[in-house]
Nanobody, 113 residues
């Protein structure tokens, strides 16, 4: 399985970014997915989950600002991030929600104050 995350960058506080994750090598539509992030000096954490029935769950810290969604025709997972805060600065990864595969490189998001 290959997980190619992209879309990160440098943005000012209050700005928006949309992350994409192109998935190869698995049945994308039958997998529960999640976006994770690893902030400097912290462990990797889940920020958004999308189940196969399209139910979602979010970490309290991003609730109301981030939206996870998928396009099964493109084998792509997305994370729309609005009203970004400096504390959102992290490397963002996509992976299976329940049985993570080897982690890809992720995509760096840097939010300046």
């Amino acid at each position: 399985v290959q997980l190619q995350a992209s879309g990160g960058g440098l943005v000012q506080a209050g700005g928006s970014l949309r992350l994409s994750c192109l998935v190869f090598g698995t049945d994308f539509s039958r997998t529960a997915w999640a976006w994770y992030r690893q902030r400097p000096g912290r462990q990797r954490e889940s920020v958004a989950v999308l189940l196969t029935d399209f139910n979602t769950d979010y970490a309290d810290s991003v609730m109301g600002r981030f939206t996870i969604y998928r396009d099964n025709t493109k084998n792509t997972l997305y994370l729309q991030m609005n009203n970004l805060k400096p504390e959102d600065t992290a490397v963002y990864y996509c992976n299976s929600r329940y049985d993570p595969w080897p982690w890809g490189q992720g995509t760096q998001v840097t939010v300046s104050s």
